[in-house]
């Protein structure tokens, strides 16, 4: 049984101060400025940095190397995508778990830990293939293989993710409402 089953909605939004989502608003907002600060400078570097002067002087183990890191981040990347959510829901299952009586601020407060908790968790290992992904361009750019073969650049693309994801699930005070009720309310 749900311990917050008996929080209502209105009470839950009373005590869901702009403190409170300012402070669940920072780490994703870290978590994904540092994801775009790395990714701007790589795009600074893709910019400035010189096509080697003959592609036949392309190291063979330099392309070779990318292309091994790219098919890890690309594994990875599936792996983490089918196991955060997961990982996501157990946080909010055990938090769930009923826990005795308590007041509406203390159940807010409770819920809005397990909220963080959950999208942290999810975020995290979001930002980790991110950064693998962006790792990985910037060993390409570096080997002078991404001059010679742009298409790895398709491992920025989980950077892009996790940027979309962060910028949809932003939290305010009405997505922390849909959150509580879907996530930590009802039972599903």
Same mark, same amino acid.
């Given at each position: 049984?749900?311990?917050?089953?008996?929080?209502?909605?209105?009470?839950?939004?009373?005590?869901?101060?702009?403190?409170?989502?300012?402070?669940?608003? %920072? %780490?994703? !907002?870290?978590?994904?400025?540092?994801?775009?600060?790395?990714?701007? $400078? /790589?795009?600074? /570097?893709?910019?400035?940095? #010189?096509?080697?002067?003959? *592609?036949?002087? @392309?190291?063979?183990?330099?392309?070779? =190397?990318?292309?091994? /890191?790219?098919? !890890?981040?690309?594994? @990875?990347? #599936?792996?983490?995508?089918?196991? !955060?959510? &997961?990982?996501?829901?157990?946080?909010?299952?055990?938090?769930?778990?009923? *826990?005795?009586?308590?007041? +509406?601020?203390?159940?807010? +407060?409770?819920?809005?830990?397990?909220?963080?908790?959950?999208? &942290? =968790?999810?975020?995290?290992?979001?930002?980790?293939?991110?950064?693998?992904?962006?790792? $990985?361009?910037?060993?390409?750019?570096?080997?002078? $293989?991404?001059?010679?073969?742009?298409?790895?650049?398709?491992?920025? %693309? =989980?950077?892009?993710? /996790? %940027?979309?994801? $962060?910028?949809? =699930?932003?939290?305010?005070?009405?997505? @922390?409402?849909?959150?509580?009720? #879907?996530?930590? *309310?009802?039972?599903?």
């Amino acid at each position: 049984m749900s311990r917050f089953r008996d929080l209502n909605l209105e009470a839950f939004r009373a005590n869901v101060t702009a403190s409170r989502v300012r402070g669940l608003q %920072i %780490i994703p !907002a870290a978590l994904c400025g540092g994801v775009v600060l790395f990714a701007g $400078v /790589l795009f600074f /570097l893709a910019g400035t940095h #010189a096509a080697p002067p003959q *592609q036949a002087a @392309l190291d063979a183990a330099g392309v070779a =190397t990318v292309r091994l /890191l790219t098919l !890890a981040h690309f594994v @990875l990347a #599936a792996l983490v995508y089918v196991a !955060a959510p &997961l990982v996501e829901n157990a946080v909010y299952r055990r938090g769930r778990e009923s *826990q005795g009586e308590s007041s +509406a601020a203390l159940l807010t +407060a409770q819920a809005l830990g397990i909220i963080q908790t959950a999208r &942290l =968790t999810r975020l995290a290992m979001y930002e980790g293939v991110a950064l693998m992904g962006l790792v $990985v361009c910037f060993v390409a750019m570096s080997t002078n $293989v991404m001059a010679a073969h742009p298409v790895y650049w398709v491992n920025a %693309i =989980t950077a892009a993710l /996790l %940027i979309g994801y $962060v910028v949809s =699930t932003f939290p305010n005070r009405d997505r @922390l409402a849909e959150v509580f009720q #879907a996530r930590l *309310q009802n039972e599903t």
